[in-house]
């Protein structure tokens, strides 16, 4: 009786097994709640980007705007018209200087030259001509072919900092265009330098 009563235990347990097979996996669902928070996060950011970027493009567009209108400030008709007619000079553009009797762009000059470049590359239909200039020394022919060296000294620097040769012409004055009328050393230092003149706005 007892060994029968075991038997029927033994069944039971096992027809048990079998019908519970394996255990199922588990599978946790991701509630609605957290995706919708995700995505709300990501499209706060997505925006918060976009708006960002907005404003840098606003702000970059609003200082062009200011230089374009201190570059137009700054142009003055110059007094004696240049071969091309009517030009302007501006303050914006700076001239560099040479030593006695050379046409070399000296390091220092370079730099205020890559800035020159700089301010043209913001004004894409601006054209230029270089003026070369000398001090007093040396003969008219001399000088006249010295400044020309110049002013193409000056011309291929700009060119390469990235400045369109076509918008560049150079023209050679010699002595003849003094900045400095004295006949010292301090005069002719000053007298010895590249001039840019704007062509057209």
């Not at 291929?156 to 003094?178: N, T, V």
Request: proline residues 3%.
């Amino acid at each position: 009786m007892i060994r029968r009563s075991f038997t029927i235990l033994i069944l039971i347990l096992c027809l048990g097994l079998i019908l519970t097979g394996c255990p199922k996996k588990t599978v946790v669902k991701e509630e609605p709640s957290v995706k919708k928070e995700e995505a709300a996060r990501l499209e706060a950011e997505r925006a918060a980007k976009e708006a960002r970027e907005k404003e840098l493009a606003r702000i970059r567009e609003e200082e062009a705007r200011k230089a374009r209108e201190e570059f137009e400030k700054s142009l003055i008709a110059k007094k004696e018209p240049g071969i091309e007619g009517e030009v302007f000079e501006s303050r914006l553009l700076k001239d560099i200087h040479f030593d006695f009797d050379k046409y070399d762009i000296r390091p220092g000059d370079a730099e205020i030259l890559r800035g020159n470049a700089v301010l043209l590359s913001k004004y894409p239909t601006i054209k230029l001509q270089i003026e070369g200039h000398c001090d007093e020394r040396g003969t008219n022919e001399y000088n006249l072919a010295l400044g020309e060296r110049r002013a193409n000294s000056t011309k291929k620097c700009l060119i390469s900092f990235g400045i369109s040769q076509d918008r560049i012409s150079a023209i050679s004055y010699g002595e003849e265009r003094a900045l400095d009328p004295g006949h010292n050393e301090e005069a002719w230092a000053k007298n010895r330098r590249a001039h840019s003149i704007v062509l057209s706005k």
